[in-house]
């Protein structure tokens, strides 16, 4: 990315961060993780982290997809200054908390087959007729 396109990006993570938080209320934590934003500056992909204790992550998607026409109307009003066009934007939803999550639990497995399947005698359960 080149600068002028990290700096697009910057911005939009930092007040579509606050428009969020500010202007609407959900029953789940939501941070944005990224946001992408495409050479000619027309696009920008947000990424989302959504934690909900309820666990309707996907209401909460679906709630902030369907404001998505209202929300780059409170940007605009924001960032008309700084940029030429407001850029269409395309919400994600950011699956690497749950990938990372998964994958230390398949690391802990493995851990604990290697540590627990031997006995004291350096031999596996099975060996030593267990």
Known sequence: MSIRTERVAALL?????????QDYQYD???TITNVRVSPDLLQAHVYLSIFSTAGDQSEVFDFIREKTPEIRKKLAARIRHQVRRIPEIHFHLDDTAEYV????????KINQRKSG?????????EESGQ
């Open 13 to 21: 993570k930092s007040d579509l961060g606050e428009i969020l938080q």
């Open 28 to 30: 789940a934590m939501l």
């Open 101 to 108: 999550e998964k994958i230390d639990s398949l690391f802990r």
């Open 117 to 125: 399947g031997k006995d004291g005698s350096g031999q596996s359960g």
